[in-house]
């Protein structure tokens, strides 16, 4: 799915829930909740890094924040079964527990987006450049599939690319021995260069790193 297509399934529970303030009937509810229902399920999907409920991230905070209306609406759903008019907090509750959900789930697809692909230096990786090391890490995270997450480090100036079983390996740049700073993955006292990557789009350089972190998994 697209990124575009993505928040457009925030934009539609935010779609539903005006209805449903200005009219909260089992109807609208019913409405709001089908919107919510598939939301949540992509937060909970497990197709890309942040969702393995293993490692905390930014996909389960969305995924909690959509099982909390959820249980909001279920109660609504009880009253309204009882033949009973939901009070006004009631609606308020259900109301802003929407609005932090679809902005929870707004943030984890703008932090989920691969990284701009025009050609950069890495070795000088900054807001200035438009990516940053943790960028790079981010999108190798991508690539290596479910269970693995990117932190970023001070500044973004490092990655910690980490599964769930709890193996870790730095990306950063420092002296390696040669005239500038080079780009390197690093798994305990096992480090591992990447030469000659000025010019490479960040695209490129996730793709390196990750297949680095296969390497090394593997040796």
């Known amino acids: ?65 959509c099982d909390h209306v959820h249980e909001h609406i279920q109660n609504m759903n009880s009253t309204f079964a009882t033949g009973t008019a939901p009070t006004e907090l009631d609606v308020r509750t259900v109301k802003y527990a929407v609005l932090a959900a679809t902005a929870l789930f707004d943030d984890a697809a703008r932090r989920d987006a691969p990284p701009q692909t025009d050609a950069h230096d890495p070795h000088g990786a900054s807001p200035e450049n438009g990516f940053s090391v943790f960028d790079i890490a981010h999108a190798a995270a991508h690539l290596l599939g479910s269970g693995w997450q990117a932190a970023a480090g001070l500044h973004n100036t490092r990655g910690v690319i980490q599964h769930s079983d709890g193996t870790a390996y730095l990306l950063t740049v420092g002296d390696v021995g040669d005239t500038e700073p080079e780009l390197y993955v690093e798994n305990g006292d096992t480090r591992h260069v990447l030469w000659n990557t000025d010019g490479e789009d960040p695209a490129t350089l996730a793709r390196l790193v990750a297949d680095t972190i296969r390497d090394l998994a593997l040796a």
């Open 1 to 65: 799915m697209t990124p575009a297509l993505v928040t457009e399934l925030a934009t539609a529970v935010r779609a539903t829930l005006a209805p449903f303030v200005s009219d909260p009937t089992a109807g609208t509810l019913c409405d709001l909740s089908l919107a919510l229902t598939r939301m949540s399920a992509y937060a909970d999907s497990g197709n890309s890094t942040g969702r393995d409920r293993e490692i905390p991230g930014y996909w389960i905070d969305s995924s909690a924040a």
